[in-house]
């Protein structure tokens, strides 16, 4: 059963610091997601990763895949406030579903 | 374009009554996704439409549960009777493409169930 880990789970940050949200997931695959949620609000598509070494990035954030070490980072680079949200990863390695991560919370002071 | 659409927003309901979900589907995604989140937990999978048709319906927790998707469009999921361990938000998703082939999956915000 494919298990998928977030760390850290809550994330408290100064404006303008960088900081790496790490998702492991347990079997093989090379399609991974990633997505932020606002509270009360739907889960909007970041990045989607498909192969080892895929890199994205989209402002302050960057993501990466390494599919040998089962391993994607979510960057954050110079955060700012607005980025104070819910990240989740998501991996799909079989069938048309995703199995998620925890998720991480990330909450960006001034 | 409308994005994916989830009715009610909020449901409180006592344990013991029905509720019935709804979710509108990006317009023309054929695959349509049901997920929760019970408190605290992960986000998990129920089942994948297909047009009209389930697909993979191993995610759902029991006999309580169903859903349904007349016509290929929107989509309902009825939870009878519903039981405090059904608290948590129920996501609907859809896509135009299956991941295997990249595709991605755009998710609605979600209904609140609460039972009490």
């Given amino acids: 059963e494919l298990k998928v880990e977030q760390n850290p789970l809550f994330l408290s940050m100064q404006e303008g610091k960088n900081y790496t949200i790490y998702c492991n997931y347990s079997t093989t695959s090379d399609r991974l997601y990633w997505y932020r949620q606002d509270p009360g609000k739907s889960l909007e598509s970041l990045f989607v990763l498909l192969s080892n070494g895929a890199v994205k990035q989209e402002g302050r954030l960057m993501a990466s895949l390494d599919t040998k070490a089962r391993l994607s980072t979510l960057h954050i680079t110079a955060a700012v406030h607005d980025l104070s949200a819910t990240y989740f990863c998501a991996v799909n390695n079989a069938g048309n579903m995703l199995t998620f991560g925890g998720g991480t919370r990330l909450m960006v002071k001034p | ?116």
């Fill in chain 2, 1 to 116: 374009e409308a994005g994916v659409t989830q009715f009610p927003s909020h449901s409180v309901i006592e344990k013991g009554q029905t509720v019935t979900l709804r979710c509108d589907p990006i317009s023309g995604h054929d695959n349509l996704y049901w997920y929760r989140r019970v408190m605290g937990k992960e986000i998990k999978f129920l089942l994948h439409f297909v047009k009209e048709s389930k697909q993979d319906e191993s995610g759902m927790p029991n006999n309580r549960f169903l859903a349904e998707r007349t016509g290929g469009t929107y989509s309902t999921l009825k939870v009878q009777p519903a039981e405090l361990e059904d608290s948590g938000v129920y996501f609907c998703a859809s896509s135009q493409d299956w991941f295997g082939t990249g595709g991605r999956a755009f998710f609605g915000q979600g209904t609140r169930l609460t039972v009490v």
